[in-house]
């Protein structure tokens, strides 16, 4: 099975420069786990809910004076849409990550999770 084919296509994206508060929001709004930071409309960097426990939260630090940009995971790691879901579970443990962007050519098309993956390999291998 093709990641395109379990992918999340409803991304959230936040520029680099807005808050963390701004970004929490928003994946709040959205229901989603985690925000694809945007440099000039190109992916850059994930923020996830756990980047802002950790490193805001934890820290005291004020989530409306901290930048995305700040505190996401960059360099994004990218996954090709026509990938086979093994070689997105092999990336993500190879990074020790659970969610990866799902770009071609500097397009985002998606956000694949492990529980995506999980969910969708069920019955698919021997």
Do not use: F
Request: glycine fraction near 6%; include cysteine.
């Amino acid at each position: 099975m093709k990641v395109s084919e379990a992918m999340d296509e409803e991304i959230v994206t936040v520029d680099e420069n807005v808050s963390v508060a701004e970004a929490a929001a928003k994946m709040r709004e959205k229901g989603k786990g985690c925000a694809i930071v945007l440099s000039q409309c190109r992916p850059v960097g994930m923020v996830t809910e756990r980047d802002i426990a950790y490193k805001v939260a934890a820290e005291g630090l004020n989530p409306k004076k901290v930048r995305a940009k700040e505190i996401m995971s960059t360099p994004l790691i990218e996954v090709d849409p026509d990938a086979d879901l093994i070689v997105a579970a092999k990336i993500m443990d190879e990074h020790k990550i659970r969610r990866l962007a799902v770009v071609r050519k500097g397009i985002l098309y998606g956000v694949i999770s492990a529980l995506d993956i999980a969910r969708n390999l069920e019955g698919y291998v021997e």
